[in-house]
T-cell receptor, first 113, second 116 residues
Framework: NAGVTQTPKFRVLKTGQSMTLLCAQDMNHEYMYWYRQDPGMGLRLIHYSVGEGTTAKGEVPDGYNVSRLKKQNFLLGLESAAPSQTSVYFC????????????FGSGTRLTVV | QQQVKQSPQSLIVQKGGIPIINCAYENTAFDYFPWYQQFPGKGPALLIAIRPDVSEKKEGRFTISFNKSAKQFSLHIMDSQPGDSATYFCAASPTLIGGGADGLTFGKGTHLIIQP
């Protein structure tokens, strides 16, 4: 039982490059989230999904796109990376009926140079 | 716009002391308040949570106090240990009645160090 798995764990991008971060959960959770964590800023919600095929914007969605084609996977895409997107990205998931049961992955550390 | 304000930003306490971390919220639509603990290189992990109809909740050495009228809540760690050294985040979840936005809103975090 792996919980929430994020890949890759580390990545360095050049400005303008694109990449996709993958989040996979094996708990049959309906809800999935992408957060970014920056020093002194806490965690801020980028996008979330309440079920397969659905997505919604969070607090800081600009510059990111997401897709939830399968219930167990939630992808975060950066089409044209910018230095301001240097951050640690966390994926989380939960059952729809358990509002406090967020399970977080171990994060992806992204540096854009 | 920060909807959950957390203080202090950092805190150093001697072993056995009682660190206290405070949070205040503005959005009256919040109706669930969890605390998360994060160790370096790891994701946040749920520590304890409270609903606004309860004034206090204890789980082991961790206690949440909640003041609904003041829109404030705090985390107390009894008999603190060096292993409690971590970053702590308070958070708030909006009520889902009415189909509002989902997701936790986090405070900025408190870096806690428990000295031996």
């Amino acid at each position: 039982n792996a919980g929430v798995t994020q890949t890759p764990k580390f990545r360095v991008l050049k400005t303008g490059q694109s990449m996709t971060l993958l989040c996979a959960q094996d708990m049959n959770h309906e809800y999935m989230y992408w957060y970014r964590q920056d020093p002194g800023m806490g965690l801020r919600l980028i996008h979330y999904s309440v079920g397969e095929g659905t997505t919604a914007k969070g607090e800081v969605p600009d510059g990111y796109n997401v897709s939830r084609l399968k219930k167990q996977n939630f992808l975060l895409g950066l089409e044209s990376a910018a230095p301001s997107q240097t951050s640690v990205y966390f994926c989380a998931s939960r059952f729809g009926t358990v509002r406090y049961g967020y399970t977080f992955g171990s994060g992806t550390r992204l540096t854009v140079v | 716009q920060q909807q959950v304000k957390q203080s202090p930003q950092s805190l150093i306490v001697q072993k056995g002391g009682i660190p206290i971390i405070n949070c205040a919220y503005e959005n009256t639509a919040f109706d669930y308040f969890p605390w998360y603990q994060q160790f370096p290189g790891k994701g946040p992990a749920l520590l304890i949570a409270i609903r606004p109809d309860v004034s206090e909740k204890k789980e082991g050495r961790f206690t949440i106090s909640f003041n609904k009228s003041a829109k404030q809540f705090s985390l107390h760690i009894m008999d603190s240990q060096p292993g409690d050294s971590a970053t702590y985040f308070c958070a708030a979840s909006p009520t889902l009645i009415g189909g509002g936005a989902d997701g936790l809103t986090f405070g900025k975090g408190t870096h806690l160090i428990i000295q031996p």
